[in-house]
T-cell receptor, first 109, second 112 residues
């Protein structure tokens, strides 16, 4: 059974800082890995999708990496802004999509 | 930009009542999913649907739950006899192939 873990559970940083969110998974037989953002009481917004054959994807200030063999992915956020405050969820896609518990990010002005 | 839409956004019901949550996936997508998120907890897989049948379901998706794609556009989740612990946000999602999964805004179910 796939287990997905995200570290840290919560993170508070000053505006402008670069930061890294971590995701690990137990079964490396995955199709894809997807990072989402969730604002309080809202749905899930897709940020980046990494195919299993890829090692990283970039979108604007976001960069996600994938190391299947070690069961890890990182989400790098450059020059963080208060609007980046949200919960970031990592989801591993095998036969189903399994979510981690998320990292709650607060960027302080 | 195409999106997954869900209705209602919030439903309040009495324990034991039947509830139907509706979703309109993105039109050319082939795979459909229901997930739920109990307040303060992680997003949990309920069921996946492909080619007009359930392809996988979780331990949560017991006989009280059912899904249907009654026409070419809607994808519904029915809870036959709601329990207090069914209170959660229910998310519908769809994808075309092996690509990105798109989620709706969710339907909040409150069981009293």
């Amino acid at each position: 059974k796939q287990e997905v873990t995200q570290i840290p559970a919560a993170l508070s940083v000053p505006e402008g800082e670069n930061l890294v969110l971590n995701c690990s998974f137990t079964d490396s037989a995955i199709y894809n890995l997807q990072w989402f953002r969730q604002d309080p009481g809202k749905g899930l917004t897709s940020l980046l999708l990494i195919q299993s054959s890829q090692r990283e994807q970039t979108s604007g200030r976001l960069n996600a990496s994938l190391d299947k063999s070690s069961g890890r992915s990182t989400l790098y956020i450059a020059a963080s802004q208060p609007g980046d405050s949200a919960t970031y969820l990592c989801a591993v896609i095998s036969s189903r999509l399994t979510f981690g518990e998320g990292t709650q990010l607060t960027v302080n002005p | 930009e195409p999106e997954v839409t869900q209705t209602p956004s919030h439903q309040v019901t009495q324990m034991g009542q039947e509830v139907i949550l509706r979703c309109v996936p993105i039109s050319n997508h082939l795979y459909f999913y229901w997930y739920r998120q109990i307040l303060g907890q992680k997003v949990e897989f309920l069921v996946s649907f492909y080619n007009n049948e359930i392809s996988e379901k979780s331990e949560i998706f017991d006989d009280q739950f059912s899904v249907e794609r009654p026409d070419g556009s809607n994808f519904t989740l029915k809870i036959r006899s709601t329990k207090l612990e069914d209170s959660a946000m229910y998310f519908c999602a769809s994808r075309k192939g092996a690509g990105e999964l798109f989620f709706g805004e969710g339907s909040r179910l409150t069981v009293l």
